[in-house]
């Protein structure tokens, strides 16, 4: 049975877990610009504190645990550590080269973590919540640092700092890299510009055609930027929505930006219009005066579980501000709840 067989099955039984922020657990570590660097970069050019996907090569062990963290947690939907890892972000760190190689040791981490996840619990005579046969990797492909929607310069509305070639060939390299480190699915996340998400569609499609390999699943997931209900340029979610359904994802969703109190009212919408399978990961509410975030784990499960209870998920976990406590406070909240059933599309 292949990757999309296997996720449609487990879809059909239960509601998945997505794991939780990288970044926020990355934080915990209080890496300074030498732990970055490494012995490899000790006498790069510019700082490179921050680029967090740099430490997939230069602190694997911190990444790997981390994701481990998150399985134990109770997720079995683990992102790689790639939110940046394009040539076009990566240029901000003089870094453009590495693109291909941090994709592959991404997803080997993620692969690594969750065999060993699993080892660990066999080497005590049991099995693991979630064994490894249903723990997935999902290659994170995150929004860019550039838009093609939207002009910089205030000025000058009609300019644009990237076209879109060089926005499809950017995830085209990552999506190989990606897919060269073992990523189960593809996940097209944190959009905010439908442009840039097409571009990373159309390097999916291009990519695999030129491979002449079968597409892996492809989960898709927007970011609705403020009451408005709309994304940054400025998309209603069923217009996103509308926009994305040609890349027949498995799934569509939203994810960052919002707490699930803030995000209740469009997920509820995503679970009606939406075809595929439905997607949610919040953050821990909305971010205090020091760009910190205060919920609890209990407070964002017992939202979250009431999107269960209403039957609008299919898959959930966190973004920004949220830990493995978060995870296993989701997980348990949703795990009585049946997932949300597809809708019957009648034919014409």
Known sequence: MNTDARLRKLLEERILIIDGAMGTMVQRYKLEEADYRGERFKDW????????????????????????EYLRAGANIIETNTFNAQVVSLADYGMQELAHEINVAAARLAREAIMEYDGEYRQKGGSAPFPAEVCFVAGAIGPMN???????????????????????????????GLMDGGADILLVETI?????????IYAINKYFKDAKL?????????????????????????????SVMHAHPLSIGLNCALGASQ??????????????????????????????????????????????????????????????????????????????????????
Request: charged share 20%; with cysteine; net charge negative.
């Open 214 to 242: 079968a597409e892996p699943p492809v989960m898709i997931s927007g970011t609705i930027t403020d009451a408005s209900g709309r994304t940054l340029s400025g998309q209603t979610l069923e217009a996103f929505g509308i």
């Open 263 to 348: 995000m209740r009212p469009h997920v509820e919408e995503l679970s009606e219009i939406a075809s595929c399978y439905v997607t949610a990961y919040p953050n821990a509410g909305l971010p205090n005066a020091m760009g910190e975030y205060d919920e609890t784990p209990e407070e964002t499960a017992a939202i979250v579980g009431e999107f269960a209870q209403q039957g609008w998920l299919n898959m959930v976990g966190g973004c920004c501000g949220t830990t493995p406590a978060h995870i296993a406070a989701i997980a348990n909240a949703v795990a009585k709840y049946a997932p949300r059933r597809l809708p019957q599309v009648e034919m014409a």
């Open 45 to 68: 050019a510019s700082d490179v504190k921050g680029n967090n996907d740099l430490l997939c090569l230069t602190k694997p062990e911190v990444i790997k645990e981390i994701h481990k």
């Open 146 to 176: 550039k838009t093609l929607s939207l002009s910089p310069d205030v000025n000058n509305p009609g300019f644009r700092s990237i076209t879109f070639d060089e926005v499809a060939d950017a995830y085209y390299e990552q999506i190989k």
């Open 192 to 200: 905010f510009d439908t442009l840039n998400a097409k571009a990373a």
